[in-house]
Structure formats: structure tokens, C-alpha cells
């Protein structure tokens, strides 16, 4: 909203620095100060609102060390992430981009979703919460939504660099032409992008087209069902990394800013044509958005560091899943999760093997047998005599390695 009352200012009246917010660099600064500041001062009135509406954790022996002292700390705490986000993405970024819309749908919808939850854990004195059969519902409406919208509606483009010989001719009539004038008219495209293999490209209705080219009208559905599975694994993933202080909110912040790279040299063309990737018009606009929900986790960790004054809850944690998800898939690097979420995956996968492997001891045996003395992972390696601070810095550390790993998939094919 302040963009659009400065925009007019400067348009109008020449108001001075009014100017600056026509930059997508100062409104990101300002934007990742204001979620900053909102999350912790605003942080701790939420905390004691918490507090005197009992909201507190419920804690199961599980045998973990320090576990016993967790019990009663709020929890919930995923609304601080929440509104420190949407707060000054309303007020910073460009509201009619198709791109922030999406993204505020999804935090009011994961939100939603994660607090219904939490409240019925809370207030209906129900450990298990919402059932898992409408949180899955969930995650696939939200999927179905995010998936037509990106297939369906004309500002989501791509603009495609010309044929090489093309370029070769325009760059020998004029050396000094502009980026723009290299690459192709914008188009509806299901293409995306696949990490380490130097023709990186790679189109959803080629899934189908193969068998007969006329089946490409329907390349929407097989877009449709990625963006659900992709929206589900990540959520989940999200959920289930939050176990122990500061390991959900410090993995996530390194993930969406890794995002933020991401977004912001696939919306500008100079960028997406020096690292020769495809430019990707109006995404750059996430920019913003990322910057608020960097600000806000990282704001979030203030409380949330060990030992934590306040836990986000399912409403922080799906919220913070379903937002990667998009973003992801948004800039066309939805194939690149598998690194660049490696914390998750990893989480995801050593539950998934516990509770198979778990399973099938059982039947064959009668006795069922484990992968690792607890899961999730990071559970593990508290079972194992690690303090929880250690395995959270250990994963942070991960975390980034990981992060830089997907930086240089720009450069190395």
C-alpha cells in the first residue's frame, strides 16, 4: 500500500526519495527491517497473549533430555511468522502481482490448516490434532489452486533466449544491444529447470506429448499434480523438521533466501542472460515477499533459539512449507528441492524408513526392529547423547553447504 501512495507521490507531486520505492532493492531492505522489528517487538505481546491463554505445549516422554522442561512453553507461535510477513508485504510489494497473490493465498491457507490443528490440540484436548486425511485435503486444494493459476493465468511467462545463430547475427550488426533484444517473445510455458545437466530444460507435457502430440492440451493436469505433490512432501517435510529449538526457522531462512537468489536473477534479464537461464517476467516481485518472510524467521528465532520462549506450532510450519513449495516452484527450480530441501527430505525419508522397515520386522518377525534408535533424524541424534543446540547448528551448517551446492547449479551444468 505504501508502494502504490509513494508511486503516486513521485509520479505526481516529485516527492522527494519518494522515488526510492520504484527500486526492488530498497523495498527489500525496508521490507526484511520491518518484518524484523515486527517479530520481535511485536513477538513477545503475542508470547504473553499466548501465555495467558494457556496455549502451552503438551509434552510426551519421549526419554529425549530436556524434554521435561519443554512442557507449557507456548505454542502457536507461527502467527509471529505469519504477520510479520504478510504485515509489510501489504504495504512494500506490488499487490497485483500474480506471484504475491499466490503467496498470500498460501500463508492464509497453510495457516489456516496448521491453526485448526493446533487449536484442536489445545483447546479440544485432542493430541492427534486435525486428522490427517483434511490436512492432506488441504494441501491438495491448496496445490490445485497454486497449480492452474501458474498453468492458466497470462502473466505467468516465460521469455526464452533466441536460436544461436540468431543472437550471433543481432550481436554482429550491434555489439552493444541490449539483453532484451536476445531473447524471444514472452509465451505460456510448462518448461522448467533441472539441476547439473547442461541441456537444463525440461517441459511437463513432454510427460505425455511423447505418446501423441494432440495429448498436449492436457499437459495442465500432469502440471497440476506435481504442484500438489511438491506442496505436500515440502509441508511435511517442514512439519516434521520442527522437533527441537531453532531447527525448522534456522533450515527454512537459509532455504528461502536461497530462493531469494533464485528469483532474483530469473526476473531480471540481464542476470538471466549473463548466466544464460530463463528469464522469467514479473517473478522478481517474490523478491519482496521473501525478503519479509526472511525477516520474520529470522525475527521468529529470537524466541524460537534454544532454549525456546515460544514454539511455532503446525501454523508455523506448514505455513513455512507450503510458502517454499511455491516459491520453488514459481521460478521454475521445483526439481532442485532434493538439495536445496535436503534437511527436509532427510527428515521425511528416515520416518518413512522407521515406520516400513518397522512394519515389515514385525510381520516377518513378529517383532518389529528400527532404522534409527528414534525418528525423525534429528531425534536420533538426541538419543545418541547430542544436546539439541549442536544438532541444530550441525544442520544449520548442512543447510548451507547444501545451499551453495544449489547457487552453483546457475553456473555448472
Given amino acids: 500500500m505504501l508502494y502504490y501512495l509513494f508511486e503516486y507521490l513521485d509520479k505526481y507531486y516529485d516527492f522527494p526519495g519518494s522515488a526510492l520505492f520504484g527500486f526492488l532493492t530498497f523495498r527489500a531492505a525496508v521490507t526484511i527491517i520491518l518484518s524484523l522489528l515486527i517479530s520481535t517487538i511485536f513477538g513477545r505481546r ?24 519443554k512442557a507449557g512453553t507456548p505454542t502457536m507461535g507461527g502467527i509471529i511468522i505469519i504477520l510479520a510477513t504478510l504485515i509489510p508485504v501489504l504495504l512494500f510489494a506490488k499487490l497485483e502481482n500474480i506471484y504475491i497473490i499466490l503467496l498470500v493465498i498460501t500463508t492464509l491457507w497453510m495457516g489456516t490448516i496448521g491453526f485448526i490443528d493446533d487449536y484442536i490440540k489445545k483447546f479440544k484436548n485432542d493430541k492427534e490434532g486435525l486428522k490427517g486425511r483434511f490436512k492432506v485435503l488441504g494441501q491438495i486444494g491448496l496445490g490445485i489452486i497454486v497449480g492452474a493459476t501458474l498453468y492458466f493465468h497470462p502473466d505467468v511467462t516465460l521469455k526464452e533466449k533466441l536460436p544461436q545463430e540468431q543472437q550471433q547475427e543481432i550481436l554482429a ?7 532484451s533484444k536476445l531473447f524471444q517473445l514472452e509465451e505460456k510455458s510448462t518448461k522448467t529447470t533441472i539441476p547439473f545437466v547442461k541441456e537444463n530444460e525440461f517441459d511437463y507435457a513432454d510427460l505425455i506429448t511423447w505418446i501423441s502430440p494432440d495429448l498436449g492440451k492436457y499437459a495442465w493436469i ?36 536461497t530462493l531469494g ?19 522469467i517476467p514479473r517473478v522478481e516481485e517474490i523478491t519482496i515477499y521473501i525478503a519479509a518472510f526472511v525477516g520474520a524467521l529470522i525475527g521468529f528465532l529470537w524466541y524460537n533459539a534454544y532454549p525456546a520462549q515460544v514454539f511455532m506450532g503446525d501454523t508455523g510450519s506448514l505455513t513455512i512449507g507450503g510458502i517454499i513449495a511455491v516459491i520453488a516452484i514459481a521460478v521454475r527450480k521445483e526439481w532442485l528441492i532434493p538439495v536445496l530441501c535436503g534437511i527436509f527430505l532427510a527428515e521425511n525419508l528416515s520416518v518413512v524408513m522407521q515406520v516400513s522397515w518397522f512394519k515389515y520386522t514385525k510381520k516377518k518377525y513378529g517383532e518389529g526392529r528400527r532404522v534409527f534408535k528414534m525418528a525423525p533424524l534429528h531425534h536420533h541424534y538426541q538419543k545418541s547423547g547430542y544436546h539439541e543446540s549442536k544438532i541444530v547448528t550441525r544442520f544449520w551448517i548442512i543447510g548451507i553447504l547444501l545451499a551453495i551446492i544449489s547457487i552453483v547449479t546457475l553456473k555448472i551444468r
Fill in 261 to 279: 537468489i533464485f528469483a532474483w536473477v530469473s526476473g531480471n534479464i540481464v542476470f538471466s542472460d549473463y548466466l544464460n537461464i530463463m528469464y
Fill in 46 to 69: 503475542i508470547i504473553r497473549f499466548l501465555q495467558k491463554q494457556q496455549v502451552g505445549e503438551t509434552i510426551r516422554d519421549l526419554g529425549l533430555d530436556g524434554q521435561v522442561e
Fill in 222 to 257: 500432469i502440471f497440476i499434480l506435481v504442484t500438489i505433490f511438491i506442496i505436500t512432501a515440502v509441508s511435511n517435510g517442514a512439519n516434521l523438521t520442527d522437533g527441537i529449538d531453532g531447527l525448522a526457522a534456522g533450515t527454512s531462512a537459509i532455504i528461502v533466501l
Fill in 173 to 179: 550488426a550491434n555489439p552493444k544491444v541490449e539483453s
